[in-house]
Structures are given as C-alpha cells and as structure tokens.
C-alpha cells in the first residue's frame, strides 16, 4: 500500500475541525466575562468592608444631654423654718455689704533738688578775699624757702672763703720762699670757688628787708571804693588796735582779673606777725605779706 495513501490530505480534515474550535472560543470568552465580574466583585467587597471597619473604628462622639440637669419638684417638701420673712435674714444671707477701701502705699517723695542761694556782693568779695589770702600764703611760703636756700648758698660760700685762707696760711708758714706764689695760688683757688658755689646753687629771690617791710593783709576786694569802706569799719570795730596805724590799697592781677588789696603797716616781721594774731583774736582774717 502506497505510504500516500495511508495519510490522506489535510483537505480531508477541514470540514470537520470547524465547529470544534467555534466552541472552544465561546468557552474562552465566558470564562474571560466570569473571571472580570468575579474581580469587580472582590474590589465591590473589599471596599464595603472597609467603610464598615472604619465606621466602627471611628471614635465615638458624645454629645451633651439637652434635657436640664436639675428640675424643682412641683411639692419640694422638706422643713418648714419659721421667721424666714425677718429682715435679719435679708442682712445675713445679702451679698452685698459695706464696700471695704484698700488702703494704698503713698507714692514715693520725688527727690527735690537743694538750690543754693545766690551770694551776695559781701558774700563774693569775702570768698575772693579768703581766695587771695590763699595766694597770698603760699607765695610768702615760696619766698621763705628761697630765704632759707639763699642763706645756706652764703654759709657754704663763707665756709669755702675759710678753708682757703687756712691753706694759704699753712703754705706760707711751710714754704717762705715761694710765698708770692702760694698767695696768688690762694686767691685763685678763693674765687674760683666762690664761682662754683654760685653757680651749682638757684638764684634766690629779693628778701624783705628788716624794720619797714612787712604789711598785714585784711582783705581783696573788687574796687578802691569798697576797700576803703572795709578800712573805715575796721577802724570802728578795733579802734584800739589800729590806733596810729597807715594803710595803703594795692591793685593786682590774677587770672586777668583786677584786685584791691587793703594792707596795714608798713611793719617790721615780727610787729606785723603780732598785730595779725591780734586782729585773729578779733575775729579778723588777716594775713602777712612782704613788699
């Protein structure tokens, strides 16, 4: 037998596989239709379940009561207190009584500031004139200093002077032959000396000179008018001490300003520091001054 004939063509199966496979894509499509409703309804399921889980997850709200709390009894009962209509009652169960005041700190005193007075013209001219004598002082200080410097500078010198006359004489009574010499040696070595203690000390300053010189001070005043009114009540208060007594007023400068001194004397040191004590015994400023 022909190994054709065996396997016919497939021309032979063609009419009869058709309607085998119609079917076959039928099934497919209602399986494929099961399958997504089957779905749409899981996803319809879950999301109901869990709206209904969330509702009892939810916190609960609680609202306030809207009915009253409390509610009078028509027939209250109870006991009955007698008097309750007596005006003590009212005053005891009043709210309202005597309002109490509080009692508030006073406020701090403002601090008030201390104005001085303003000083008048004898005020200002007796401060000018303590001022002055002020001055005055120290100045008489200086010069007393420079009194002291310049009487130590002359017992230095005559110190010096002596010394070289006891060598001269010394040489001389040693050395008889060179006499003219050693003299002239001396008088060298003498006023060299003199020149040296001049020039290492300062130059001293003009001293008063004894017996005439001092003047006691009693006030600066800011013109010649009221200066010789001081001298005139002076006279009037210590007559006793001023009898015979001159004076004279000194005009000055001090910081470009023009004063008028009322001096009494003139004085030797010693008489003008007495009168001064005196007139501080009276209860007078006074000071001693030179020139």
């Known amino acids: 037998?022909?190994?054709?004939?065996?396997?016919?063509?497939?021309?032979?199966?063609?009419?009869?596989?058709?309607?085998?496979?119609?079917?076959?894509?039928?099934?497919?499509?209602?399986?494929?239709?099961?399958?997504?409703?089957?779905?749409?309804?899981?996803?319809?399921?879950?999301?109901?379940?869990?709206?209904?889980?969330?509702?009892?997850?939810a916190p609960p709200i609680i609202s306030a009561d809207k009915a009253?709390?409390?509610?009078?009894?028509?027939d209250p009962g109870g006991m009955e207190v007698p008097n309750q209509d007596k005006q003590v009652f009212n005053v005891l169960n009043s709210g309202e009584g005597e309002e109490k005041v509080e009692k508030l700190m006073a406020p701090p005193e403002a601090a008030i500031r201390e104005e001085k007075p303003e000083l008048s013209e004898a005020e200002k001219a007796a401060d000018e004139n303590k001022l002055d004598q002020l001055v005055e002082k120290a100045t008489e200080d200086g010069e007393a200093a420079a009194d002291k410097v310049t009487e130590t500078a002359e017992k230095a010198a005559d110190a010096v002077s002596d010394t070289t006359e006891k060598a001269v004489e010394a040489a001389k009574e040693t050395a008889a032959a060179a006499?003219?010499?050693?003299?002239?040696?001396?008088?060298?070595?003498?006023e060299s000396a003199k020149e040296t203690v001049t020039a290492a000390l300062p130059p001293a300053k003009e001293t008063a000179t004894p017996g005439g010189n001092s003047w006691v001070q009693v006030g600066s005043f800011g013109s010649v008018?009221?200066?010789?009114?001081?001298?005139?009540?002076?006279?009037?208060?210590?007559g006793s001490l001023l009898s015979g007594v001159g004076y004279r007023v000194q005009d000055v400068q001090v910081n470009g300003k023009t004063y008028y001194r009322l001096q009494l004397g003139s004085f030797g040191r010693d008489a003008a520091s007495k009168l001064c004590n005196d007139l501080k015994a009276a209860k007078q400023d006074c000071l001693v001054v030179s020139g």
């Open 68 to 74: 009253p709390v409390k509610v009078a009894p028509e």
């Open 179 to 190: 006499e003219e010499k050693v003299a002239e040696t001396s008088e060298t070595v003498k």
């Open 225 to 238: 008018d009221a200066a010789e009114k001081q001298w005139s009540n002076l006279t009037g208060k210590h």
């Open 1 to 57: 037998m022909n190994r054709e004939d065996e396997y016919p063509d497939d021309d032979f199966y063609e009419g009869e596989d058709e309607p085998r496979f119609s079917r076959r894509r039928w099934i497919g499509a209602t399986l494929a239709l099961l399958i997504v409703f089957g779905f749409g309804i899981g996803i319809w399921y879950a999301y109901d379940q869990g709206v209904k889980k969330g509702v009892q997850l």
